[in-house]
């Protein structure tokens, strides 16, 4: 047997590829291409859409501060730790006087001495209560003084003792009239207004001066309390703002320096995130807008905010324009830490009961939008318009088109003959 294939090995070989070549014929030969089965489709649907925009952010707090040692000294008492909630003006911590530069331990007696002093300003007005007296002495004066001058313009009533001979002696007798006044008695009203109208002006400038000297010597020695205080204050480290004590470095007994940093605290009652969006978009984006935000730190939960601010000018970089918009949390937890990563989207539209088409669905030719529907099993071109996008479907705003079309997903690049039949290198995804 084995002779027989050896000695007949050529024609047997032949004999296969005969075989082989006429089977491929019968079954591949006289198979038609099934056309249709090359798409991928999907019906017109109506439906609703919700327009996002896209970016990514860093939290933060609403306020946020990192407290620094303003002495050098010995940490004597720390009366905080990471987690607590202070109020405003609360001491974190303070060194001990005796470790801390002359300047501060010697401003303790400065402040007992400028307090007095302005106590003793504020208590004792002896000098400005008589200022007042003496203008008010003087106005009077010069009131009546004033009166007198004008009277004198008219006729007047005169009383003048004139003497009548009886006999040998003369008798003074009083004679009262009305009539224009001398001109030596209107010269002496002139004198005396002119004297108390100095008089009043002496008065009124060294009430001014009393005046003006007291608020001027009580701002000074105000400043003096105040300076002084603002000295021993380098000895302690107080919070600013009600806020969460977020990081803690001092411990009892640490040696440390000015400038060193002792504490971060951050109000932790508003969580925001300042992101980046294009210039493209911003003109989408307004305040009040809904905003859904995830945490690669979080899993499986989302968090909703709402858009508080939009800034009205943009930062170039690298001949990009981008415009800073702040969001604020809404529903922020215990998980939700300053520093985190938050995916932010934007909704800046959201439309209900519209027909929707696929945005892999949609091409561009010679500058028109176009689908292509799948009819007898034939792709068959439309051109469209379109309204909102979101990143998977877009509202189809316009075109020979009706929900419960099928539209294909992998459309043809290429088409030849007037049916749209396929025909080029090759199809979409």
Do not use: C
Request: aromatic letters at 6%.
């Amino acid at each position: 047997m084995k002779d027989f294939f050896k000695k007949r090995r050529g024609p047997v070989f032949i004999l296969l590829i005969v075989v082989v070549g006429v089977g491929g014929y019968f079954i591949f030969g006289n198979a038609q291409p099934d056309t249709a089965s090359q798409f991928q489709t999907a019906p017109i649907e109506r439906g609703n859409l919700t327009a996002t925009i896209g970016a990514t952010g860093t939290v933060r707090a609403k306020q946020t501060a990192t407290l620094i040692w303003q002495a050098a000294g010995t940490v004597e008492v720390v009366n905080v730790k990471v987690g607590d909630n202070v109020p405003a003006d609360f001491v974190l911590a303070n060194l001990e006087k005796t470790s801390l530069p002359q300047s501060v331990i010697l401003a303790e007696a400065d402040l007992v001495n400028a307090q007095t002093a302005l106590d003793d300003m504020l208590n004792s007005n002896t000098s400005l209560a008589q200022a007042v007296i003496t203008l008010r002495a003087a106005q009077e004066v010069y009131d009546k003084a004033a009166n007198w001058r004008k009277e004198l313009n008219g006729k007047i009533h005169i009383k003048e003792i004139v003497y009548k001979k009886f006999g040998n002696r003369q008798i003074p007798i009083l004679k009262e009239y009305r009539g224009y006044a001398s001109k030596e008695t209107i010269a002496k009203a002139d004198e005396d207004l002119a004297l108390a109208k100095a008089k009043l002006d002496d008065a009124q400038r060294e009430y001014d001066r009393l005046a003006a000297g007291n608020v001027a010597e009580i701002t000074a020695a105000q400043a003096r309390v105040d300076a002084a205080q603002a000295t021993i204050n380098l000895a302690r480290l107080t919070a600013p703002f009600a806020a969460t004590v977020t990081e803690s470095h001092p411990l009892p007994g640490d040696q440390v320096s000015a400038g060193a940093t002792a504490f971060r605290l951050d109000d932790l009652t508003s969580l925001f995130v300042d992101v980046e969006v294009s210039e493209v978009d911003i003109n989408s984006v307004e305040v009040g807008q809904p905003v859904i935000l995830s945490f690669d730190a979080i899993l499986n939960k989302d968090y909703h905010g709402e858009v508080v601010e939009v800034a009205k000018a943009g930062n170039s970089v690298s001949g990009v324009v981008n415009f800073k918009v702040t969001v604020e949390l809404r529903d922020a937890d215990h998980s939700v830490k300053p520093g985190m990563t938050a995916a932010v989207n934007i909704t800046v539209e959201e439309i209900n009961d519209v027909a929707l088409v696929p945005n892999r669905a949609v091409r561009l030719v010679e500058g028109q939008r176009v689908i292509y529907l799948l009819v007898n099993g034939l792709p068959v071109q439309k051109d469209i318009s379109l309204g909102a996008s979101s990143d998977t479907v877009s509202v189809l705003a316009g075109g020979d088109v009706a929900v419960g079309d099928e539209v294909i997903l992998n459309p043809p690049v290429e088409f030849s003959g007037p049916g749209g039949g396929p025909g080029g290198p090759g199809f979409g995804d």
